[in-house]
Each structure stands twice: as C-alpha cells, then as structure tokens.
C-alpha cells in the first residue's frame, strides 16, 4: 500500500510563447493602424500685433468682379456686357485703373462654353487666367 500522498505537477503556462505571440500581435496592430488627423476640430489662433515692425498695415486688395449668372449673362463690375465686347470692356477698365485685379464668380448652372470664352477674353486683354482667382462659396460645416 502506498501512503504517500501522490504529487500533483504544478502547472504552467509557457510563457516564450505567449512573448511571441504577443510580439506578433502588436506588430500587427502597429502595421495595420491608420493615424488620422481630426478634420472637425479647428485651431483658433489670434495673431499678435506689432507696432515697431510692420509700419502701416497694408489694405486687403480689392478684385475687380467678372460675374456670370444663371441665365449666362456676363456683368464686368456690376454692369452688363456682351461676351463679344467684354476683352475690350476689361482692356477699357485696364486703362483706367492700371493696377486692375480680377475676379471671376461664376453661378454653378453657367455653361462651360461661355466660361472658356470669357478666358479667351482675358486673355485678349493681357491677363493670364492664373491670375485670376475664381470666387466660391463655402459649404458651412
């Protein structure tokens, strides 16, 4: 008869292997993770203001507006002008007020024949169409 009271083995868990899975997994994760900058959150920032460096502040400029509106009429500064006469209406302006910007705002229905002959237009009149910006509306978030 055997009175020994019999040995039970102790457990235990394999802990190299649990190291290399959880190394495995963490790789993974680090491989497989995409940082995202969050678009909705936006940085408020007031500029200070120097009255020793900058001198006088200069005036924000101020664009001379090409408009073109649903029904695919043209207006150069709020008057109407046919799309024939508008290179020289804007050469006309151009002469008066040599340092001209321009603008272009044109309504979301407007042709785009009608767009690519008032660059045509611009370019008649010396502008590159790079220099000028076309105007739109902001979607509100």
């Not at 664009?63 to 290179?87: N, P, T």
């Not at 000028?132 to 979607?139: F, K, T, W």
Request: without cysteine; proline residues 6%.
């Amino acid at each position: 008869m055997n009175l020994r009271p019999k040995r039970r083995p102790v457990p235990m868990i394999p802990i190299v292997s649990l190291i290399d899975i959880m190394v495995i997994l963490l790789i993974f994760f680090v491989a497989t993770t995409t940082f995202r900058k969050d678009e909705k959150k936006q940085m408020k920032i007031t500029l200070p203001e120097s009255k020793s460096l900058g001198g006088t502040a200069t005036a924000p400029e101020t664009r001379v507006a090409i408009s073109i509106d649903e029904h695919q009429k043209i207006f150069l500064d709020g008057k109407a002008v046919e799309l024939e006469e508008l290179a020289a209406a804007i050469n006309s302006l151009k002469a008066a007020q040599p340092g001209l910007k321009l603008e272009l705002q044109a309504d979301t229905t407007s042709a785009l024949g009608v767009l690519v002959k008032v660059w045509d237009a611009l370019r008649d009149a010396g502008y590159s169409i790079n220099d000028v910006p076309a105007r739109i509306q902001r979607a509100a978030p």
